[in-house]
T-cell receptor
Framework: GQNIDQPTEMTATEGAIVQINCTYQ??????LFWYQQHAGEAPTFLSY??LDGLEEKGRFSSFLSRSKGYSYLLLKELQMKDSASYLC??????????WGAGTKLIIKP | GAVVSQHPSRVICKSGTSVKIECRSL??????MFWYRQFPKKSLMLMAT?????????EQGVEKDKFLINHASLTLSTLTVTSAHPEDSSFYIC????????????FGPGTRLTVT
């Protein structure tokens, strides 16, 4: 079966750095996505990785290792507005997104 | 960037009635649209894939006669929840994919459905 695993909840301090991990097992691989979702809102796109390595975009970076079925989202200089759920999703061989359950990130002052 | 709208954003209906949710791509044509539902603290669950001019492809376990999907144009897809029951209360989200894209999806803001 297809499976995406990510921690349920994480807590971090404002101004700090946090790494959210995601492991996956899917039928084929056409890229891995990270989305941010605030409560009661739709997901917003953060990053897309299809090749191994690190993609940096401002305060957010995303890493992928296809051989390990592993990715992480790194958030630097955390701000209170970063409190949200972070969803990991993998696009399978049929170009369908398989979603993780999301990691709720709580930022404390 | 590409914008997708949904209407209504919130709806409350009585058990047994039907509710229609619209999903529109505002500045691009979407040959493919997706409908998801999300229960509190749960992941998005794909309900169906809607292709313009053809019948929707439903995921296993999703009743096609209960969740009617119509993708009549390149900018509009509708989801109708028929004979709604309280267990249908959920957050429904659509997304749209531009024709030239393999992986891009743009999400609508979602519709909160409450069935009383």
């Amino acid at each position: 079966g297809q499976n995406i695993d990510q921690p349920t909840e994480m807590t971090a301090t404002e101004g700090a750095i946090v790494q959210i991990n995601c492991t996956y097992q899917t039928s084929g691989f056409n890229g891995l996505f990270w989305y941010q979702q605030h409560a009661g809102e739709a997901p917003t796109f953060l990053s897309y990785n299809v090749l191994d390595g690190l993609e940096e975009k401002g305060r957010f970076s995303s890493f992928l290792s296809r051989s390990k079925g592993y990715s992480y989202l790194l958030l630097k200089e955390l701000q209170m507005k970063d409190s949200a759920s972070y969803l990991c999703a993998v696009m399978d061989s049929n170009y369908q997104l398989i979603w993780g359950a999301g990691t709720k990130l709580i930022i404390k002052p | 960037g590409a914008v997708v709208s949904q209407h209504p954003s919130r709806v409350i209906c009585k058990s047994g009635t039907s509710v229609k949710i619209e999903c529109r791509s505002l500045d691009f044509q979407a040959t493919t649209m997706f409908w998801y539902r999300q229960f509190p603290k749960k992941s998005l669950m794909l309900m169906a894939t809607s292709n313009e001019g053809s019948k929707a492809t439903y995921e296993q376990g999703v009743e096609k006669d209960k969740f009617l999907i119509n993708h009549a144009s390149l900018t509009l897809s509708t989801l109708t929840v028929t004979s709604a029951h309280p267990e249908d209360s959920s957050f429904y989200i659509c997304s749209a994919r531009p024709p030239s894209a393999d992986y891009e999806q743009y999400f609508g803001p979602g519709t909160r459905l409450t069935v009383t």
